[in-house]
């Protein structure tokens, strides 16, 4: 079974960057569609951004022009560039893959943006 191991979380202060990363743990040749969601304390898991296996993205409207989402095909890693962050982007950031209907996740990375 795949896995998916996200990491790249930390402490940031607000403005400051990050990149997540998403390994899958095992070759695949087809992506399917990769997202991150992320869940902040006392809130529904919410979608960040997604990339489908064609590399078409999406982006949910509080993250637009500051997040990007990417893959390497090579390397079997998904990333989160996450620039300009700001305190409400505080969570524990999750990489789901959806393939043949089905739902892997990884077990999250936490983000904190504080001052």
């Known amino acids: 079974q795949v896995q998916l191991v996200e990491s790249g979380g930390g402490l940031v202060q607000p403005g400051g960057s990050l990149r997540l990363s998403c390994k899958i743990s095992r070759s695949i040749s087809n992506w399917g569609v990769m997202s991150w969601y992320r869940q902040a304390p006392g809130k529904q898991r919410e979608l960040v951004a997604l990339?489908?296996?064609?590399?078409?993205?999406n982006y949910a409207d509080a993250v637009k022009g500051r997040f990007t989402i990417s893959r390497d095909n090579a390397k079997n890693i998904m990333y989160l560039q996450m620039n300009s962050l700001k305190p409400e982007d505080t969570a524990v950031y999750y990489c789901?893959?959806?393939?043949?209907?089905?739902?892997?996740w990884g077990q999250g990375t936490q983000v904190t943006v504080s001052s």
């Open positions: 990339i489908t296996d064609s590399e078409t993205t």
């Open positions: 789901k893959r959806r393939q043949s209907g089905n739902d892997y």
